[in-house]
């Protein structure tokens, strides 16, 4: 019987694989310095943009770390499981923050082209945020300490930041049929020999 057992378990182990899955997409921001604005998000699927685009640049996703009702049904939703952005000193995550912004996804590749988002802290009080526009003259991030907040309310045309977009939990090829009519027949010889050696003992 304890034979059967092992075996049983390593039938489970080798099956393990073919039950993965991916699982979330994570947006990596990378800002300009000052004010070194920087951080990621994480939603359960890679964004994509609804709607045509008053720039031409693909479609309209809205991503916020708290349920929102956008009211506009031409625009994407996509719940943020969780998120963190840094200044350096300071760090913003669901603990003391809330994230919210959009993007125009690009349908070919989706990469985000322009966007704007914040983060709010407790009273609905904004303490970062980027925004890019079409030309480069409204581009600008801002945050309380690494930049000043009052200075760069009228200090635009800074450099561009940039997203970067990796799947937290890659695809695990399954196996095909063959494989496992394979993986199972090996599995019933260890098992068969296993019982014989015990027979003979």
Same mark, same amino acid.
Request: glycine content about 10%; aromatic content about 14%; proline content about 7%.
């Given at each position: 019987?304890?034979?059967?057992?092992?075996?049983?378990?390593?039938?489970?182990?080798?099956?393990?694989?073919?039950?993965?899955?991916?699982?979330?997409?994570?947006?990596?921001?990378?800002?300009?310095?000052?004010?070194?604005?920087?951080? @990621?998000? +994480?939603?359960? !699927? *890679?964004?994509?943009?609804?709607?045509?685009?008053?720039? $031409?640049?693909?479609?309209? #996703?809205?991503?916020?770390?708290?349920?929102y009702d956008?009211?506009?049904?031409?625009?994407?939703?996509?719940?943020?499981?969780?998120?963190?952005?840094?200044d350096g000193?300071?760090?913003?995550?669901?603990?003391?923050?809330?994230?919210?912004?959009?993007?125009?996804?690009?349908?070919?590749?989706?990469?985000?082209?322009?966007?704007?988002?914040?983060?709010?802290?407790?009273?609905?009080?904004?303490?970062?945020? @980027?925004? +890019?526009?079409? !030309? *480069?003259?409204?581009?600008?991030?801002?945050?309380?300490? $690494?930049?000043?907040?009052? #200075?760069?309310?009228?200090?635009?045309?800074?450099?561009?930041?940039?997203?970067?977009?990796?799947?937290?939990?890659?695809?695990?090829?399954?196996?095909?049929?063959?494989?496992?009519?394979?993986?199972?027949?090996?599995?019933?010889?260890?098992?068969?020999?296993?019982?014989?050696?015990?027979?003979?003992?």
């Amino acid at each position: 019987m304890a034979a059967m057992k092992r075996v049983f378990i390593i039938l489970v182990l080798c099956l393990i694989p073919a039950l993965a899955k991916a699982d979330e997409i994570t947006y990596t921001y990378t800002g300009p310095a000052p004010p070194d604005l920087s951080g @990621s998000f +994480t939603v359960a !699927t *890679p964004l994509t943009g609804a709607g045509g685009s008053t720039i $031409g640049y693909g479609g309209n #996703a809205l991503f916020t770390s708290v349920p929102y009702d956008s009211g506009f049904n031409h625009w994407n939703v996509f719940l943020a499981s969780t998120f963190r952005f840094t200044d350096g000193p300071d760090v913003w995550t669901p603990a003391n923050a809330v994230l919210a912004g959009y993007a125009y996804v690009d349908p070919s590749d989706g990469s985000l082209g322009f966007w704007s988002f914040g983060i709010s802290v407790a009273g609905n009080n904004r303490v970062a945020y @980027s925004q +890019t526009a079409i !030309t *480069p003259f409204y581009y600008q991030d801002n945050t309380p300490v $690494g930049d000043s907040w009052v #200075a760069n309310e009228s200090l635009w045309n800074k450099p561009k930041g940039s997203w970067t977009m990796s799947d937290d939990d890659a695809p695990v090829a399954t196996p095909e049929p063959n494989t496992l009519i394979l993986l199972g027949a090996g599995i019933g010889a260890l098992a068969l020999t296993i019982i014989y050696r015990q027979f003979i003992q």
